[in-house]
């Protein structure tokens, strides 16, 4: 990977200078005038040796000679500015045609596990709108290292436990009018609906809510009855809303699924003397942290034990290197304190669990926010992106075949682009207008010079084959610098949990392909028509396998 062969060369110049090694970063350089990689080592040296930073990084440069390299420069402050040869391009350009999809991609000789824990439904309640960024930013998250080449397990950690079932419970016994195997999702939400506003014209309902929990707790025939009906209708219609997404999560374990543990996980932070006494619950210290509390006065577990429970048993069971949540920002206290815990146990270190924290999903208008007991659907929203995709294909393109098929495709894919596009930490405006755009920054703009990319190569009959390299024209080489870019990306997403890299890098390949295939003949070319049809196919290749990493599929037409 050429950040590895920079450092190497970095590194090498640095002991040279009888420095010891230090860590340093390797960038994509912002402007094509700068070369491809800039290293800001000569300005971290500068400040350890108290030295003049242009002049280190002269010293440096200097030292750097190899054929991948055209030329080496120093600028601003301190820069060291890579700009890689004609003959390295060329070298990769054939890599891609060999390795085809898997470019960019490793095989790893020893397969560490990464655990992504995404989604996390709640059972009984909707699969709203809220739900999507955890949804396909985890399972990015989870394309991104299998690409990797490590061993990934996704886990659908939903929400089937907790004192909510028995106010479910009770209002299904008070007010039910059907069989429980009748009700939908929308029929459950509305009867806790009905128990909020109920409650607080009564609050004795609380305490026979607590009860019905209790009863489930202690395995009451009645109440595990209706609790399976409810995960049950859930599951089914979430399903349905996995199924339009394209996405299929390898274990749904739940809250429910570590509530035979929570005693281990008590008896075992007593017996490790993690925890304290505190008003008659038990909480467990922490340093720099408010304690977690994992069993309340009255002897009741907490959504904090059950986390502390699905940690435990991942660890015994998957040995992961690493796990991984994809939770909303909201949730970033309380993972601090139980990744802590965790660490305080023995049983990982904190370092290897992640919580990479998403922000909310906003209308063009606010936050979007919904008045009591109305909720905003995530398969309404899906549904309606498909719609609006069909209108926009009946007016662009009305002979079309498969168009409720390429509706799909595209309307689904644009909802999720528009949230992958943006850092996962940032909140996102939600704007029809800017997701279904054929222009700009959009999942049908990625898709279309994708199928751009296709039709020329559907049109060739020349064979793709690359010898002696050599770029006669500035659009040739500036699609080569930015396809041999691919690697170094895919492996800085995954390294900070960030899709939106992926997605702005395929962007800016769309934009560079399209600027390449306007500028310059590719199937009437007289000269370099076989490298042209190649960067032609790499550029397809890296689209194509991109978006599918996004979790986006690519029509056959448009």
Known sequence: ????KIKNFLNKAVKELRIEPFDFSIEISKEKDYGDYSSNIAMILAKKENKNPLE???IIKEKIK???FEKVEVAGPGFINFFLSDEY???????????????GCLKRKKKETVIVDYSGVNIAKPFGIGHLRSTVIGQAIYNMYKCLGYKVLGDNHIGDWGTQFGKLIYAIKEWGDKKIQDYS???LVSLYIKFHEESEKHPEMINEARQWFERLEKGDKEARRIWKECVKTSLKEFDRVYSMLGINIDMTLGESFYEPMLKDVVEEALEKGVVQKSQGALIIPLKTLPPLMILKSDGSTLYSTRDLAAIRHRVKKFKPSLIIYEVGSEQSLHFKQVFESAELLGWIKKEKLVHVPHGLIRLKTGKMSTRKGEIIFLQDV???AVRRAEEIIERKNPDLKEKKKIAKIIGIGAVKYNDLSSHPSTDIIFDWDKILNLEGNSGPYLQYACLRAKKILKKSKTKLVLKKIEFTKKEEKNLARKIQQYPFVLEKAAESFSPNLISNYLFDLSKEF???YENIPVLKAEENKSLRLSLVYSASLILEKGLEILGIEVPEEI
């Open 1 to 4: 990977m050429i950040e590895e």
């Open 382 to 384: 899906l549904e309606e």
């Open 514 to 516: 399209n600027s390449f």
């Open 185 to 187: 999702v929308k029929d």
């Open 89 to 103: 391009l060329g070298e990769e350009l054939k890599k891609v045609l060999k390795e085809k999809k898997e470019y």
């Open 66 to 68: 190899d054929k991948i």
């Open 56 to 58: 280190i990084a002269s």
